[in-house]
């Protein structure tokens, strides 16, 4: 095993053990700008079957479930979909995934995920669009939620001074986890995924709170 599927590994076990309290926690975090993101949800093309990836304990979950046909939640953490599963959502399917390594069975009419990409290192990042490319329909639509640099003020430690941007986060008993955290500027990262084979806006959301979070709606130019 390398250094960076060791620092992935540690990333995964790092939410493993939050998860009996990352559902608090994400509805705490993302309170200042709830009532925006619930109007981006319910006038965004989340329709039809979708592929919800880095589910977590499905705070966005239960959100799209109310505009979707049917969502498929996947995430790596076995713990955070059985909070999914408590949930008792009539539309929804959940399945254990490492996102890093998985390939779609089937595709979807739309793709979501949000505070994920923000984990994913630029020595996957290719490969990661490839497979958000592979689980879209032609005519589908990717709806991403995730953090601008304003964000880092939450963080214990950042070391963004590589090519491996790392936050290094504690848990309540003190044991300490390195995870991989990216803070995208949003046109930075329009301009990565262009070549990808995607294009969209980008729409910064609860700055007048303080906070960067962004949400990002692309359409799939054509295949990867």
């Known amino acids: 095993m390398d250094d960076l599927d060791e620092m992935l590994s540690q990333q995964q076990q790092y939410y493993r053990e ?3 309290d990352y559902d608090a926690w994400i509805n705490n975090y993302l309170l200042p700008a709830e009532k925006k993101f619930e109007e981006l949800v319910n006038s965004s093309p989340l329709t039809g079957d979708i592929l919800e990836m880095a589910c977590g304990s499905g705070y966005w979950t239960e ?3 109310r505009v979707a046909h049917h969502v498929t939640a996947l995430d790596g953490s076995q713990e955070m979909l059985d909070i999914v599963d408590g949930r008792q959502l009539p539309n929804v399917s959940t399945a254990q ?5 998985w390939n779609p069975p089937t595709q979807w009419d739309g793709i979501f995920f949000a505070n994920w990409l923000a984990h994913v290192p630029d020595a996957r990042f290719e490969q990661f669009w490839r497979t ?3 689980a879209l329909l032609p005519t589908g639509t990717v709806v991403i939620m995730d953090v601008a640099p304003a964000e880092k003020f939450i963080e214990e430690e950042v070391v ?3 090519s491996l941007p790392i936050a290094r986060r504690r848990l309540k008993d003190g044991r300490r986890f390195d995870i ?3 803070y995208w500027e949003p046109e930075e990262l329009l301009d990565r995924i262009s070549p990808l084979g995607f294009t969209g806006k980008a729409t910064p959301v609860g700055q007048e709170a303080g906070r960067g979070f962004v949400w990002y709606e692309l359409e799939k130019r054509n295949e990867f």
């Open 132 to 134: 958000v490319s592979a």
């Open 180 to 182: 991989v955290k990216k």
């Open 97 to 101: 995934a490492d996102l890093f390594n």
């Open 160 to 162: 963004d001074d590589s």
């Open 63 to 65: 959100r799209i479930s």
């Open 18 to 20: 939050r998860a009996r």
